[in-house]
């Protein structure tokens, strides 16, 4: 009977798993809260002025992407989030578990919150429900999930830019 030789580093991987998958349910569901606030709320209602003419709450039912592409095309979004969820289990068997690399995961955890709190909306709802609404510069309406989502990949792009050298980033890819 072959003997399976797993490291003490290696069989503690489990536990980066399960903090990364909590992480993400724990992010949906407060997307999710947040949007069922809205639909309570503010569903039929006028806006909910924060600061008059600058932002708002206002309830607003995207059945698209960002700035109205790709309008009324489920499919796609489906077989998006299922890319996203197969890149972040590629993802996390890759990376390094160690700290140089927490702000890489981080930014892979709210990327996989932002994309299943709105495919939980599509599935529920067959909509995405909007709400946040920066009115003085007139930017599109979004929602918490896309706040993971933009501010984890702006963030992404930082640190591949300005923090990991050639050499961490050839560390995933060639592990």
Known sequence: MAEINVTKKESGRGIYYLAAVTAVSVLV??????????????????????????FQLEYLEN??????????????FFVSVFLVSIAFIWFFLKVP???RFVPLCMCAVFIMAGAWGNCVDRIVLNYVVDF?????????????????VTVATFSLAVLICFYYKE?????IVHR
């Open 29 to 54: 569901c407060l997307d999710q809260f947040t949007k069922h606030l809205v639909l309570e709320k503010l569903k039929g209602n006028p806006p909910f002025i924060i600061w008059d003419g600058v």
């Open 63 to 76: 059945r698209g992407a960002a700035f109205g592409l790709f309008q009324g095309q489920r499919l796609f």
């Open 97 to 99: 578990m160690e700290g």
């Open 132 to 148: 946040l609404y920066f009115k003085l510069i007139d930017f599109p309406i979004f929602n918490v999930a896309d706040i993971y």
């Open 167 to 171: 050499e961490d980033l050839e560390r």
